[in-house]
């Protein structure tokens, strides 16, 4: 289950989440739009149509999709970092609420995951620990809680997607 906090000042809200796979699949997961039109979203809520990602420093991406209530919406940005399987930085630039430039920040560490092995304790794979810290709200804490409401979701809807294989209509 994924945890969020915002900090000081109400510029930027981290959220984490461990999900059960290696980090170079949760960084498939959030950079190939293939993959991300798959998972990001819900019935009933809003899902991503559409998404386009040139995965490059200086390379732009942009998600669209429909909400519940029919509108059309987007998000998009450009790429500041990008350090596979560990790291992704972009700007974000919402169509559904007028906000300042925004940045988002992945960052994916990997974590041992044990369990109990006939001769005690081992490990039995390895995990990733993903955290994104969103910052740039400056003092909006409207917004800032918002983003965090929805970064929670949009990890447990990865989480699912990586671990189970569950995209939006079969969630």
């Known amino acids: 289950m994924a945890t969020a906090q915002i900090t000081q000042g109400n510029d930027t809200v981290e959220v984490e989440i461990f999900i059960a796979a290696p980090p170079t699949r949760v960084f498939q997961a959030i950079s190939d739009p293939s993959q991300t039109a ?5 019935k009933g809520l809003y899902r991503v149509t559409k998404a386009e990602a040139e995965v490059r420093v200086g390379g732009e991406w942009r998600s669209s999709g429909i909400g519940d209530d029919g ?20 700007t974000w630039n919402p169509s559904y609420k007028q906000l300042p430039e ?3 920040r992945w960052e994916l560490e990997p974590e041992e995951v044990h369990g109990l092995h006939s001769r005690g304790p081992a490990k039995v794979g390895t ?6 810290r969103h910052s740039g709200f400056a003092g909006n804490i409207e917004a800032c809680k918002g983003h965090g409401d929805g970064w929670m979701r949009v990890l447990g809807w990865m989480q699912k997607f990586v671990e189970e294989g ?3 209509e079969t969630r």
């Open 166 to 168: 569950k995209t939006i």
């Open 38 to 42: 798959q998972w990001w979203g819900q």
């Open 102 to 104: 925004t940045v988002v």
């Open 127 to 132: 995990g990733t620990r993903v955290r994104i």
């Open 71 to 90: 509108k059309e919406f987007s998000v998009g940005g450009k790429y500041l970092e990008v350090d596979p399987p560990r790291l992704l930085v972009h």
